[in-house]
């Protein structure tokens, strides 16, 4: 199992430019997430969706984030036009559905942002 | 979700226990207790979780009280390598927002 894979695992860009982030969960786990990390605010949920619905973006910060699921395989995060208050670590994780008792989120390495 | 009170950071000695506490006294009845912790530059990791009883498993044992109130996360032989930010979380089963607090900073010591 090669486990959530991000892309690109580093990504510098200027200040105006838009940026896409990739991810590719788990084989079979229905449900995906997207996180931001930084020093300031911590680990913070972004949005998830559940078999490639949005379920909930409420942690999107403003219009400039974006976020698709086009299939079960792949997701994206968009921000245009970047800004340098982007920069941060965005993590992706995926879960597996257990007959809605609690389970484990498997995160992916992470991709470092850095908006110059 | 209940809110948590971790430590801000604890050290431990190498092939000692480490006994991480967590507080999460308005817990409710259909509230599970999550670890994970987030070793330096990767993405958090999944450790344990439980409802009411007692857990463990390879990595760790998750202790919680009787009132669940406060749990405590035992690392039995702590190495250099479990050295890392561990996050208590309590969430709603089925609800699959992961809300990470400030968690407690370990460091293993030689």
């Known amino acids: 199992d090669a486990g959530v894979i991000q892309s690109p695992r580093h990504e510098v860009t200027e200040m105006g430019q838009e940026v896409t982030l990739r991810c590719k969960p788990i084989?079979?786990?229905?449900?995906l997430f997207w996180y931001r990390q930084t020093m300031m605010r911590g680990l913070e949920l972004l949005i998830y969706?559940?078999?490639?619905?949005?379920?909930?973006d409420s942690g999107m910060p403003e219009d400039r984030f974006s976020a698709k699921m086009p299939n079960a395989s792949f997701s994206t995060l968009k921000i245009q036009p970047s800004e340098p208050r982007d920069s941060a670590v965005y993590f992706c994780?995926?879960?597996?559905?257990?007959?809605?008792?609690?389970?484990?989120?498997?995160f992916g390495p992470g991709t470092r942002l850095t908006v110059t | 979700d209940a809110k948590t009170t971790q430590p801000t950071s604890m050290d431990c000695a190498e092939g000692r226990a480490a006994n991480l506490p967590c507080n999460h006294s308005?817990?409710?009845?259909?509230?599970?207790v999550y670890w994970y912790r987030q070793i330096h530059s990767q993405g958090p990791q999944y450790i344990i979780h439980?409802?009411?009883n007692n857990e463990t498993n390879e990595m760790a044992s998750l202790i919680i009280t009787e009132d669940r109130k406060s749990s405590t996360l035992i690392l039995p032989h702590a190495t250099l390598r479990d050295t890392a930010v561990y996050y208590c979380?309590?969430?709603?089963?089925?609800?699959?927002?992961?809300?990470f607090g400030a968690g407690t900073r370990l460091t293993v010591k030689p």
């Open positions: 308005t817990i409710s009845g259909n509230e599970y």
């Open positions: 439980g409802l009411k």
């Open positions: 994780a995926s879960s597996p559905t257990s007959g809605g008792h609690p389970h484990e989120q498997y």
């Open positions: 084989s079979g786990h229905d449900y």
């Open positions: 979380i309590v969430r709603v089963a089925g609800v699959n927002d992961m809300r």
């Open positions: 969706f559940n078999n490639n619905v949005p379920i909930d």
